[in-house]
Every structure is written in structure tokens, then in C-alpha cells.
């Protein structure tokens, strides 16, 4: 997949948009690069983030990102070594890596 503008877009649990942009391979790499704009620093949990709507518009598409399915994504092992390494890769950029 070739990289990508995307404008991630977050709707909080008070009603507040945050809305970051970020270059990207696919919406899930999206979220985690923006995570860090909207200034959440820390590795959230499924916890702290059910209930927050959130989108990705890697133009010309929009995708709806369910945010628990993407962290349970990262946190998970993976079924290879490549998996592995790309779910690590993802974690990392909450990180400024």
C-alpha cells in the first residue's frame, strides 16, 4: 500500500472534534501516528477508548475507524514474524518513532 495523506478525525466524549493530519499506509497506521496530536501521550486501553467515534479520510476514501478493534489489533501478537514487526511498527509511532 503506497502512502497517503490522511486526515484522521476524532469526535471525544465531550463532543469536541480533534481532527490531526498524518501521512499513512492505512487507516490503522493513521490513528496511531494522529493519536499522539490530540494529546493523548499514553498507550490507551480498550477502556479508554469505547464510546469515541473516530474517522480517516485518505483522499479520495473515508473509512470509520473502530477504535477497540484497532487496539486490540496492536496489542495482540500477531500470527507471524512480519505480523509481528508491523503491530510493533504501529505501537511505535505513539512514540514519535
Not at 472534534?17 to 490507551?44: D, I, L, M, Q
Not at 486490540?72 to 509511532?93: E, I, Q, T
Request: charged residues 30%; hydrophobic residues 35%.
Amino acid at each position: 500500500m503506497s502512502i497517503s495523506k490522511c486526515v484522521v478525525r476524532l469526535k471525544d466524549d465531550r463532543g469536541v472534534e480533534h481532527r490531526g493530519t498524518v501521512e499513512a499506509r492505512s487507516p490503522y497506521e493513521a490513528v496511531c501516528k494522529a493519536w499522539p496530536k490530540f494529546a493523548w501521550n499514553n498507550a490507551p486501553t480498550v477502556e479508554d477508548v469505547r464510546g469515541l467515534k473516530i474517522s480517516v479520510e485518505q483522499i479520495p476514501r473515508s473509512f470509520q475507524v473502530n477504535l477497540e478493534k484497532l487496539f486490540r489489533h496492536v496489542s495482540s501478537a500477531g500470527d507471524s514474524p512480519k505480523d509481528h514487526l508491523n503491530r510493533a511498527r504501529l505501537l511505535l509511532r505513539g512514540e514519535g518513532q
